[in-house]
């Protein structure tokens, strides 16, 4: 099945990428205390060579004390690690890419195997990253607005720095989706309630000062999931009706592009028909979708962790979904994290020259 459309130009805002291949964020803990170094700007900048269209960074945290639970995952504040990311976007706009930072707060987290503890415990809506496992504080008022004021701060420096777009992280049991979670927001004030979209609310102010911050013709994509670490099954929205109680008033507080995360694209999100996640949110609220999970390997990435490799699988029923128009962007992840050049071989039909996926890669920079 021909791949072409997945290299036609896509403009939206401030985005203006020369094809539909996006680069999905990836966790790399290449950054000690926090500072990307000049090896983390060689591989995003090795990406942009390759051809992809956008690449999202891994996810990089805002001001707050707790935000992180690993001294080696990068900020998105602080005069040295902005620094950092100037070297980064300015490389990749050197090789003729486009980028956006992943802004994130992981929220109550399990402590890091390291050992590593931010300053101050770890803080949610209510102290739980899970049904019944309590590890952190319960956030206040003022512990919530200061969040979303950094969130906004982080925005602006994006585009002050050149980024051509930035995406929030609202899924994976992270912070936002913490929120939206009702086996971790068990809060009974204005941040909390029985239904998803009253438990949207503190994404709903993110998204409000984030536009704010960078004005209307910055795009602003939203990562968001369904699925939990905790609950693979899980389904924040169980009919079609809630998602879109849920996703039209993200779309109305600012988000330009929703970035689907599932483990495998492949899968319809409810039953009666074969559309998934990114397919339904963008029949749901006509915006633009991007669309992710175990796109060109067998095997998803979660087993990548316990040491399950992946081969290169067919991307037939990819663009059998795309040329329909479920979704208008593809993210891609382990393959680009193991090759730099996979865009150009998928271009170019040399699809004997694709390579597999390793947990080795997960350890390492790959230039090559």
Not at 67 to 74: L, M, Y
Not at 194 to 203: D, P, Q, V
Request: with cysteine; net charge negative.
């Amino acid at each position: 099945m021909s791949t072409n459309s997945l290299f036609e130009p896509f403009r939206l805002k401030s985005l203006n990428i020369k094809n539909r291949i996006v680069m999905a964020p990836m966790t790399r803990s290449f950054s000690p205390n926090g500072i990307p170094t000049d090896q983390v700007a060689a591989y995003y900048q090795k990406r942009a060579e390759g051809e992809v269209g956008l690449i999202l960074s891994e996810g990089t945290v805002i001001e707050r004390v707790s935000s992180s639970n690993d001294a080696n995952i990068p900020h998105f504040y602080g005069e040295q690690a902005l620094a950092g990311w100037q070297k980064v976007i300015n490389g990749v706009h050197s090789a003729g890419g486009s980028m956006g930072p992943q802004i994130w707060h992981m929220g109550i987290m399990d402590n890091h195997h390291s050992g590593w503890l931010p300053g101050q415990p770890f803080e949610g809506p209510s102290g739980l990253n899970r049904p019944g496992n309590n590890n952190g504080n319960t956030m206040t008022d003022a512990d919530i607005a200061d969040a979303i004021a950094a969130y906004g701060r982080a925005a602006a420096d994006a585009k002050r720095l050149g980024f051509d777009c930035v995406e929030l992280h609202g899924a994976h049991g992270y912070l936002i989706d913490q929120f939206f979670w009702e086996g971790t927001n068990e809060r009974t004030d204005v941040y909390g309630g029985k239904t998803l979209a009253e438990r949207s609310r503190f994404g709903i102010e993110v998204i409000k000062e984030v536009r704010k911050q960078v004005g209307e013709d910055f795009a602003v994509i939203i990562r968001l999931s369904q699925w939990k670490p905790a609950d693979y099954t899980n389904q924040l929205a169980k009919t079609p009706q809630e998602m879109e109680a849920w996703l039209n008033p993200l779309a109305d507080a600012g988000v330009d592009v929703f970035h689907c995360s599932q483990r495998r694209f492949w899968e319809p999100e409810f039953e009666d028909s074969d559309l998934n996640f990114a397919g339904w949110a963008k029949k749901l609220t006509g915006k633009a979708t991007i669309t992710v999970g175990s796109v060109g390997l067998t095997g998803e990435f979660l087993a990548a962790f316990g040491g399950e490799s992946s081969q290169p699988s067919s991307l037939d029923e990819l663009m059998r979904r795309k040329d329909r128009g479920d979704f208008d962007l593809v993210g891609v992840g382990r393959p680009l994290l193991a090759d730099p050049h996979w865009v150009q071989k998928i271009r170019d039909g040399r699809t004997s020259e694709l390579k597999g996926f390793t947990k080795a890669a997960l350890g390492e920079l790959v230039m090559e």
